[in-house]
């Protein structure tokens, strides 16, 4: 049996001698697709549980782990708080306690449009 793709118009060809190899590969395959899977679920489940939905303002926040109100918003540094600022999740971190977790506040039109005096 042949498998192959395509390089910049040349043909990379991997021959498979047996049966045995080509179900080699496949378990292979399969586990690597699981694994994948799994690591996306790991993430998921980290990105939940360290995510609050809040629309609170910064004076009545108070710490999960503690329960202190000494929270304050905390500086992003690395990807994960890059890639979490596009989602509008923004981080904080208890002073007590130095637990830290994100806050997403929606964006919502109420919230940018002028008040009626």
Same mark, same amino acid.
């Given at each position: ?10 043909v990379?060809?991997?021959? @498979?001698l047996?049966?045995?190899? +080509?179900? =080699?590969? !496949?378990?292979?395959?399969? *586990?690597? @697709?699981?694994?994948?899977?799994? +690591?996306? =679920?790991? !993430?998921?489940?980290?990105? *939940?549980?360290?995510v609050?939905?809040?629309? +609170?303002?910064?004076?009545e ?15 992003r540094?690395?990807?994960?708080d ?8 923004t ?27």
């Open positions: 049996m042949l498998l192959g793709y395509y390089v910049e118009r040349q990379v060809r991997f021959y @498979v047996s049966q045995s190899q +080509l179900i =080699i590969a !496949a378990a292979a395959a399969t *586990i690597a @697709v699981l694994a994948i899977i799994g +690591l996306a =679920i790991f !993430a998921w489940r980290v990105f *939940i549980e360290n609050e939905r809040t629309t +609170l303002d910064d004076s926040l108070t710490c999960r782990h503690c329960k202190s109100k000494a929270v304050h918003p905390s500086f540094t690395g990807i994960f890059q890639i979490f600022w596009m989602f509008s999740c981080p904080y971190r208890c002073s007590v306690c130095s637990w830290r977790f994100y806050l997403y506040r929606p964006q919502s039109g109420s919230d940018t449009a002028p008040q009626a005096h």
